[in-house]
């Protein structure tokens, strides 16, 4: 191999390595972002009296139960999500937040799907045991079984959208 080869071989391993942690950082921004909102119904009344967080929260209402007896509150002001929901909202954030401390951002092999699989046991397994009456769950327990799932499917998430933008560049590239 040609010294010349070498260096675009190596010139183009940067521009992917670039490419991969602005897409990490855009899909940080996004779920940290979206972990936020799901807080605001209960933050926004403590900040303005007129400013409230019932649009938030109407929004969260499509994809939430959003029963109070199982919603984190501040105050008397209920989050926009359950306790469950926020956990795996949360877990989401704080796992793409965390994912370049322990692995290549341009790494875009998957784990084995196994481990998203047993990232659903413990919440399946909270789930049950109360819907069998053998332990009652509580905020606790659901904000950690739905944190676990919700970091372990950033470990997926991140390498599916990185393999997404160099799919994107390539394709841009081909074209021209």
Same mark, same amino acid.
């Given at each position: ?16 390595k ?21 807080? #605001? ?13 019932? @649009? ?40 793409? #937040?965390?994912?370049p ?10 784990l ?6 047993? @990232? ?5 397994i ?5 819907? #069998?009456?053998?332990w ?6 659901r ?5 676990i #799932? ?14 997404i933008t ?11």
């Open positions: 191999m040609w010294p010349r080869d070498l260096l675009a071989m190596m010139a183009a391993r940067e521009q992917l670039k490419k991969a942690y602005r897409a990490w950082f855009i899909v940080a921004l996004i779920a940290a972002v979206w972990a936020l909102a799901t807080v #605001l119904p209960a933050i926004l009344p403590h900040v303005s009296e007129t400013i409230t967080g019932s @649009s938030f929260f109407r929004f969260f209402g499509y994809i939430c139960h959003q029963m109070p007896e199982r919603s984190f509150h501040i105050g008397v002001h209920q989050f926009g999500v359950c306790s469950r929901c926020f956990g795996v909202y949360f877990g989401v954030a704080a796992g793409v #937040l965390a994912y401390l322990w692995r290549n951002v341009d790494e875009i092999e998957p084995p799907r196994i481990w998203l699989f047993a @990232s659903i046991i413990p919440m399946g909270d789930w049950s045991m109360g819907m #069998l009456g053998i009652e769950n509580n905020h606790l327990s904000f950690v079984t739905g944190l #799932l919700g970091v372990g499917c950033s470990t997926y998430i991140v390498p599916a959208v990185v393999e160099f799919n994107l560049s390539q394709s841009r590239r081909s074209a021209k």
